[in-house]
């Protein structure tokens, strides 16, 4: 008995896969989409929000507020720290914090000049 059953079992078998293949489509997920397409996009966007963070600081350092300044240079830190590395990315990194560092101690003037900076090295992206 058993023997008549295991060829139906294997044809029952290749009858699945072959629907399943030939229904289901093809997800890359190192190739044009995946999850590879989501970091690089995930990474765009966070280059993109940390420079707008930026330059609001920026905005905000020539109008003399070092208290907006700093949210915003810490917000845009945030999404720079999350962007992906690159020398650029680096620097720009390294000038949000010493406006950070700036704007803490009131001086307002000093942070705008560091955030400039780190606007120049993030739009160099």
Partial sequence: MMRYMMPRVATVAALVV???TTLL????VFAEGGARR???RLEQQNRQ???KLAKEAVGHGKQ???GALLTS???ALEHAM???KSSHMDEGIAELNQAIEHGKAGHADVATKHAEQAVAH???M
């Fill in 73 to 75: 240079a810490e917000a």
């Fill in 18 to 20: 072959l629907v399943t």
């Fill in 25 to 28: 489509p093809w997800q890359p």
């Fill in 122 to 124: 993030l739009s160099a």
């Fill in 64 to 66: 003399g507020h070092a």
């Fill in 82 to 84: 999350k962007a992906g």
């Fill in 38 to 40: 989501d970091v690089v």
């Fill in 49 to 51: 929000d940390a420079l």
